[in-house]
């Protein structure tokens, strides 16, 4: 089984900061990694994903992710946040071969305050 | 890349009356289909999944059901909704292509208060 945990629920910060949104994985077989954002009252849209390759992936709007496969993590990150990011961001995971589902984390509200 | 596309986006209904919420899927064949749940501070919930028309999996013993009467057509139902069946519903599809493990897209989504 594999599980996802987004360790914080909710992260203020100030408009052109920097901001990491964390996340750590659980499984047992390597994993594909999913990064999305959902605006309020609006469906999730992929940010960036990792399959295999260079564990820096860059994605949409200036966002960029880094897989740890030793400490099974997958940070979001952006260097300058602007107040059109706030919304709330989940980190997705898919086993390997044979499964075609995601599991989800319970999502990180970024706060982008001016 | 796929579209998703879901109706209504807002519905309103009282408690014990029936629910049918729609997505289809443009853009690809034989899609896998997902109805999540996401319900205030809760995440997303999987409901049921389908990787062919008429195969529907479900995830969460509730009173609602999942049929596929077609390749890229998703309902979710009830006969009688609970006050705890509000929430914000999505509808997903990605490849089915076993092995691969392909992104998800999602539908713009359903806002259901039962009162």
């Known amino acids: 089984a594999q599980s996802v945990t987004q360790l914080d629920s909710q992260v203020p910060v100030f408009e052109e900061a920097p901001v990491e949104l964390r996340c750590n994985y659980s499984?047992?077989?390597?994993?594909?990694l999913f990064w999305y954002v959902q605006y309020p009252n609006q469906g999730l849209q992929l940010l960036l994903k990792?399959?295999?390759?260079?564990?820096l992936v860059k994605g949409i709007n200036g966002f960029e992710a880094e897989f740890n496969k030793s400490q099974t993590s997958f940070h979001l990150r952006k260097p300058s946040v602007h107040i059109s990011d706030t919304a709330e961001y989940f980190c997705?995971?898919?086993?390997?071969?044979?499964?075609?589902?995601?599991?989800f984390g319970k999502g990180t509200k970024l706060s982008v305050i001016p | 890349s796929q579209t998703i596309h879901q109706w209504p986006a807002t519905l309103v209904q009282p408690v014990g009356s029936p629910l049918s919420l729609e997505c289809t899927v443009e853009?690809?064949?034989?899609?896998?289909l997902y109805w999540y749940r996401q319900a205030a501070g809760r995440g997303l919930q999987l409901l049921f999944y389908s990787v062919g028309i008429g195969q529907i999996s479900s995830e969460v013993p509730q009173n609602l059901s999942a049929s596929r009467p077609q390749d890229r057509q998703f309902i979710l139902s009830s006969k009688k909704l609970l006050l705890s069946d509000s929430g914000f519903y999505l509808c997903a599809s990605n490849r089915n292509d076993r092995g691969h493990p392909y992104e998800q897209y999602f539908g713009p989504g359903t806002r259901l208060t039962v009162t």
């Open positions: 853009g690809t064949s034989n899609p896998n």
């Open positions: 997705a995971v898919s086993s390997g071969a044979g499964s075609y589902q995601l599991t």
């Open positions: 499984s047992s077989v390597s994993v594909y």
């Open positions: 990792y399959l295999s390759g260079s564990t």
